[in-house]
């Protein structure tokens, strides 16, 4: 099985393209976004040298999975999936800022409380709480999307101080991403599983709000598994993760940690069959469904003809909203 760890494709009409960590963003004229998902994979901030098979197709399919599940609450970029790789989509103008939920005192807003702080974001994060423990009700803590560097936390005081949105578009981003939350937290529970904290990204379409990127994938969320949380929890003991944390210790224990000066070890293949597996179950588990994956033996030459054959059909459609093959 051979993975897709570089592109660099020129599709019919196409205008820029965008290289990040794990997707390659391709613009279509003035309506199009095609996002190939690639089998990069990334720990502490850098791209390991191998990539992982199937890994793009896992994340993709999740993320498919939940932008469909979410139309009846807010417009999704989403169009099509033409190839297990690739998701294309309408372009949209996009907010800058990243719309992040926490159910749970975990992560960052663990490593918050625990330096004293008592809100965040301009949340409350009520007293005598342990890492872990579930807030009584969602917090919304967002963060500005930085052209260059590291996000930062904001308040929403600060954001409609700083004009970044509007007072009604902030109301209804707050309403859009709680509403989502509570739908991904539903599945999540259908599922045997706990949605801790995650990320929704969003844009304007023709002045409409509308749900862009990746939902609910292990990338831009963190899920507990709900058999034995509460007893994980009276005894104190580490909650059971739904992650790709094994790969971070996997290097750990081979002493990287991405800082300056070090080098990724290359996975060996028995390795990579092993991520490969645990992303094959991490995909079943969060959706419930079987993992089907194409395997080729030329994965690009694949992309390449499933997109082109998309755009020959379906260009100039583009406007229709209820496009959906």
Aim: net charge negative; charged share 25%.
């Amino acid at each position: 099985m051979k993975s897709i760890q570089n592109t660099d494709f020129q599709f019919t009409g196409q205008t820029k393209s965008y290289h990040g960590k794990v997707r390659d963003m391709y613009t279509i004229g003035d309506e199009l976004m095609v996002a190939v998902v690639s089998d990069r994979i990334s720990a502490f901030d850098v791209v390991m040298p191998r990539g992982i098979p199937f890994k793009g197709q896992v994340l993709n399919g999740v993320a498919s999975h939940f932008l469909d599940a979410v139309t009846d609450i807010v417009p999704t970029w989403k169009l099509a999936t033409p190839d297990p790789n690739v998701t294309v989509g309408l372009k949209c103008e996009p907010i800058r800022l990243e719309m992040v939920i926490r159910g749970y005192l975990t992560g960052h807003a663990w490593r918050q409380y625990k330096a004293g702080h008592r809100t965040l974001c301009g949340a409350t994060m009520p007293d005598g709480m342990r890492e872990h423990d579930r807030f009584p009700h969602p917090i919304i803590t967002p963060a500005t999307k930085a052209e260059e560097g590291h996000d930062e936390d904001i308040s929403p005081a600060d954001i409609l101080a700083r004009g970044i949105v509007s007072p009604e578009l902030w109301a209804e981003l707050e309403r859009v991403t709680r509403a989502l939350f509570q739908r991904g937290t539903a599945m999540a529970a259908a599922q045997g599983l706990i949605l801790v904290d995650t990320k929704y990204e969003f844009g304007l379409r023709n002045g409409t709000l509308t749900l862009i990127d990746e939902i609910h994938t292990p990338d831009s969320s963190r899920y507990f598994y709900a058999d034995g949380y509460e007893e994980r929890q009276a005894a104190g003991q580490p909650q059971k993760q739904l992650s790709k944390e094994f790969v971070r210790e996997w290097l750990m224990e081979r002493d990287f940690m991405g800082l300056e000066g070090q080098t990724p070890p290359v996975m060996d293949d028995e390795f990579l069959d092993t991520v490969t597996t645990r992303y094959i179950e991490l995909y079943e588990k969060v959706t419930g469904l079987p993992f089907e994956g194409r395997q080729s033996e030329d994965p690009l030459a694949r992309v390449e003809e499933a997109v082109e054959q998309w755009l020959h059909v379906h260009q100039g459609q583009t406007t229709n909203p209820n496009l959906s093959h």
